[in-house]
């Protein structure tokens, strides 16, 4: 009886020492766990923050540099964000170009005209965000833009873009922005691009890629660079990244 309670002791004994231990690893797990991930959200606020911070500065700059009469358009999100605009202003206030093409019109286009380009032709896939483009650069009382209606529609290369008869015009563009059609689903939407456009830049055009960070526009400003021999290809790292193909 005595041998069999101490057995029965000693493996009760046994058990509470082999849940102790368990329980303490599982603790030990969840901890780290629980630091691991607080490492990577604090690590994700830091560069939302950073962000934040450099977007907020580049629109300081921006709006400095045009002097705006009317509100700006939201920026960042699907439109641009500040940081490309700034450098959009930019180029344009350095190079001065005749004609500037834009794939994608709103807030960009305003900074664009504002910034000194003599003509801005803008194609966009949507009758409705082409009617707001309008309806802000009225309000800013900006003139020297046209906006273009151009629906998507099936392209040699296999995905949907825009009609070529709209830009079946189009010759010696001295800025070339593309930042459409919307590339977020497909990355290969703005692809057409480069085919459409190489004969009509002129010899010192200027190209803007907006979105580089993804894998199909990184492609497409690699096609321009490769394309146009005598340019050089720079990544500026904004929040989408940025591409920048311009004369050596």
């Not at 480069?194 to 400003?221: C, H, M, Q, T, Y």
């Amino acid at each position: 009886m005595n041998l069999l309670l101490l057995v029965l002791l000693l493996a009760i004994g046994l058990g509470l020492a082999y849940c102790i231990r368990s329980l303490r690893a599982l603790h030990q797990k969840i901890n780290t766990r629980i630091a691991r991930e607080i490492a990577v959200s604090t690590n994700e606020l830091k560069t939302s923050m950073w962000q934040s911070y450099r977007q907020t500065e580049a629109m300081q700059q921006l709006l400095s540099l045009l002097k705006f009469s009317a509100p700006v358009p939201p920026t960042r999100s699907w439109a641009a964000s500040p940081d490309l605009l700034l450098t959009l202003a930019q180029l344009v206030r350095k190079h001065n170009p005749k004609l500037v093409v834009e794939l994608g019109s709103g807030v960009s286009t305003l900074v664009v005209a504002k910034a000194g380009a003599k003509k801005v032709i803008s194609i966009d896939h949507s009758g409705e965000f082409a009617d707001k483009t309008r309806e802000v650069l009225k309000e800013h009382k900006v003139r020297g833009v046209e906006i273009r209606v151009a629906q998507l529609k099936a392209h040699i290369s296999g995905v949907d873009w825009y009609d070529t008869a709209v830009i079946k015009d189009l010759k010696r563009i001295d800025l070339l922005i593309v930042d459409g059609p919307p590339g977020s689903k497909n990355p290969e939407a703005r692809m057409p691009a480069r085919a459409e456009f190489i004969a009509k830049l002129s010899p010192k055009a200027i190209v803007v890629i907006d979105d580089v960070n993804r894998e199909g526009e990184r492609k497409l400003a690699e096609s321009f660079a490769k394309a146009l021999p005598n340019h050089v290809l720079t990544i500026y790292p904004h929040e989408k990244g940025t591409a920048v193909i311009s004369p050596k």
